[in-house]
Nanobody, 122 residues
């Protein structure tokens, strides 16, 4: 059974930091790209970041470049999203997703997690 389990969400003040984790199981981790998406109330879901478990290449949406860092621990089948300098507009449910390689920006995920809420207060 494929599972993507997110953790690390919560409430933080603007300017603060959070680290999200995505623990993957049920598929060959090295054959997939793992990405983070987010959906704010009343808005469409958008891609935030993506990392290839094969070669470590990364992609970020423009609004998070320089603030967010995605990383992968292949030994633990876990991907992290370090979020610094958080802004109220980062408030959303953050989802982890996996797309079989090759992938560009995790645009067509095969699997999704259940999501974790991130709330940034002003």
């Amino acid at each position: 059974e494929v599972q993507l389990v997110e953790s690390g969400g919560g409430l933080v003040q603007a300017g603060g930091s959070l680290r999200l984790s995505c623990a993957a199981s049920g598929f060959t981790f090295d054959d997939y790209a793992i990405g983070w998406f987010r959906q704010a109330p009343g808005k469409e879901r958008e891609g935030v970041s993506c990392i290839s478990s094969s070669d470590g290449s990364t992609w970020y949406t423009n609004s998070v470049k320089g603030r967010f860092t995605i990383s992968s621990d292949n030994a633990k089948n876990t991907v992290y999203l370090q979020m610094n300098s958080l802004k109220p507009e980062d408030t959303a449910v953050y989802y982890c997703a996996a797309e079989e390689l090759p992938s560009y920006a995790c645009q067509a995920p095969d699997y999704w997690g259940q999501g974790t809420q991130v709330t940034v207060s002003s």
